[in-house]
């Protein structure tokens, strides 16, 4: 990582633009950071940037120019957030007219800064979603969208610099500071509440990164102890971003991915249907770096660790550094309750470290079947469903819930306190659902000194009674007399969770 530029006022001046050349030049030269050449997989579309007149971009489709023997040397991408309103995109209806050249001006403000950051670095082409993807509801945009999407990894893979623009809330934004006296500190600035924003760093070669603070360039041979002399800022960039993907094949680090998804679970989705996509190539990318060595993607987790997995909870820790409220459950169907996925809180795995540990029979539990049944061709994008069979010891019982995070079960002696828990759901909807379930199932996975007893706790499902839902973890509490006799009165049983 280098620090290139620290004039805040002035990122767009000569002087910047000469240092990031600089930058850029000193990498390609020195380094093996790759991508200098990506003509194998190029996107669909590319903005053509290097016409004879400036003032005019032309979207072209790569296949076109292959056809025509014109060589695409190398191309930019852009990461910047959207914003809420007044996107400026391609559709079906405007494709022929931005085929055909519009006016640099009509771009939204972010958009005309990395044309000319494009320009500085000698590319003719820009990769940005809005405009090199359809957008729109009609069934031609959305299959678009759906094989674009699950491209990712080669669009900023292939990129031969992705341009960061880390501060503006939206496209209108821009990409240079303008402020001279900044008081934001990099972990505040709006991109690192981006979920998409994760992959297409980690995904890319080179990052050309503009803070409201700095500009500063990571590339593969960047390493994050030589920038930050006296510990300034350095938390603040080296907790979002201290994981870096491996440049060569590596053997399966399955604590790698929970570290990706627990990141990736502090930031926000405009559309939170795309929980499963926005890190569909970052899994792409996982997978065949680690040769396929952790066998199936079964709903945001790999079948090799699939059992420690499992046992995911929310967790607020990381809410406090990235400012993330609890959010439960999400609205709509997207993963099964088993997964991480189907839910919008911060992803914890301190229970899921616990169950990866090599003690001999501390897992209790088997997995029999797991499938997921993926809505598109891409078996790493979203879901139309996924069901998990399990069997092992477990507990039924009608169960009652004190302060909102302890379970009581009722025996001839009276009340027992049977389990602390964390629920799935945060909120009196989810003690109302445990206290009028039927039947409340705490199925146990592991037990280990520390942790008497831990595990899944369901309810079945609401669709059907074969089937059970996933509504929280639990682990054991006090070991005293009553409560091992409760405990000790479990029998094995098979649940297939939806
Ligand atoms: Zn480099």
């Known amino acids: 990582m280098s620090l290139i530029y620290d004039k805040p006022g002035s990122q767009d001046s000569a002087e910047a633009f000469l240092h990031v050349q600089q930058c850029l030049s000193a990498c390609v030269k020195d380094h093996d950071c790759g991508s200098t050449n990506s003509t194998a997989d190029l996107p669909t ?27 695409v040397d190398r191309y930019v991408a852009l990461s910047y957030c959207w914003g809420q309103s007044n996107h400026f995109v391609t559709t079906l209806a405007s494709l022929s007219a931005r085929q055909s050249g519009f006016a640099l001006t009509e771009m939204p403000a972010t958009m005309q800064d990395a044309v000319r950051v494009t320009r500085a670095l000698d590319c003719r082409y820009l990769w940005i979603d809005a405009l090199c993807i359809l957008q729109g509801d009609d069934d031609e945009a959305r299959l678009d969208w759906q094989l674009e999407s699950a491209r990712m990894q080669f669009v900023y893979g292939n990129s031969f610099c992705t ?25 505040d600035e709006p991109i690192n509440s981006r979920a ?33 002399p006296a510990g300034q800022s350095q938390t603040s960039w080296h907790r979002i971003y201290k994981y870096r993907l491996p440049r060569q094949p590596m053997q399966p680090n399955i604590a790698d991915w929970f570290t990706l998804v627990q990141n990736y679970s502090a930031r926000d989705l405009t559309n939170p249907d795309d929980k499963l996509s926005a890190i569909s190539g ?10 396929q060595g952790n066998g199936r993607y079964l709903a945001g987790m790999w079948e090799l660790d699939l059992y420690a997995s499992l046992l995911w909870r929310h967790q ?58 993926p809505a598109t061709s891409d078996i790493f994008g979203p879901l139309v ?16 819930v004190k302060d909102q995070h302890t379970l009581i079960a009722r025996s001839s002696r009276g009340k027992i306190s049977v389990a602390n828990c964390s629920f799935d759901n945060e909120n009196a909807a989810a003690v109302e659902a445990i206290e009028n379930a039927e039947s409340v199932h705490l199925l146990i996975m592991i ?52």
């Not at 469903?385 to 009652?400: D, H, K, M, N, V």
């Not at 639990?474 to 009165?489: A, L, M, P, R, V």
């Open 163 to 187: 341009i960061v623009a880390a501060s503006a809330d939206d496209s209108h934004g821009g990409l240079f500071s303008t402020e001279s006296a900044v008081t934001k500190k990099f972990k």
């Open 282 to 291: 970052l899994a792409r990318r996982f997978d065949s770096l680690t040769n």
């Open 45 to 71: 579309r590319l903005l053509y940037v290097g016409g004879s007149d400036p003032q005019i971009i032309r979207l072209v489709a790569t296949e076109e120019l292959k056809a025509l023997g014109t060589e």
């Open 447 to 498: 037990t280990v000194k520390k942790l008497p007893l831990c595990g899944l706790i369901l309810v079945p499902s609401e669709f059907s009674n074969e089937f059970y839902t996933r509504v929280g973890i639990f682990q054991g509490i006090k070991k005293t007399d009553e409560y091992k006799s409760w405990w000790s009165e479990t029998e094995t049983r098979e649940y297939t969770i939806l």
């Open 316 to 373: 607020n820790g990381w809410g406090a550094f990235f400012a993330c409220p609890k959010r439960g459950m999400a609205e709509w169907y997207r993963a099964p309750s088993w997964s991480w996925a189907a839910n919008d809180s911060i992803v914890c795995d301190l229970l899921v470290r616990e169950a990866r540990k090599p003690e001999a029979g501390h897992r209790v539990a088997n997995i029999i079947h797991c499938s997921t049944d």
């Open 196 to 228: 998409w924003a994760l992959q297409e760093w980690l995904l890319s070669a080179r990052l050309l990164v503009y803070t409201k603070e700095y500009i500063v360039f990571i590339c593969s041979a960047s390493q994050w102890s030589k920038y930050f």
């Open 385 to 400: 469903s996924g069901q998990l069979t399990i069997s092992g010891p477990s507990r039924l019982f009608e169960a009652t």
